[in-house]
């Protein structure tokens, strides 16, 4: 197997529990979920959906930077939210972190999320 390398910023919350910011294995970056976590304070950025989303995606940003890469080299994206019917909101958003070509994207409704987010994203880069 390549060698797993870990891949850790301040620029991003800190791990709140067993596992990564990202893990990189060869060129592919596994990137852990986000929720909107300040990282210097590891509070909740808002009780607002549309700034828990702009946190999400700044945090990921910083990961994806951490690990030598952009916000461009995320080939899959998957977006958990508790409330489906903001989906519009994340697509608005999105369109201002992305560009064509977008990534292959899930979107799924879950009852809950750490913290009470409203918002959580994961993804895979490829550098």
Known sequence: MAEKIIIATDKAPQAIGTYSQAVKVGSTVYLSGQIPLDPKTMTMVSDDFAEQVVQVFENLSAVCEAAGGKMSDIVKLNIFLTDLSH???????MSRYFQQPYPARAAIGIKALPKGSLVEMDGIMEI
């Open 87 to 93: 989906f519009a909101t994340v697509n608005e958003i």
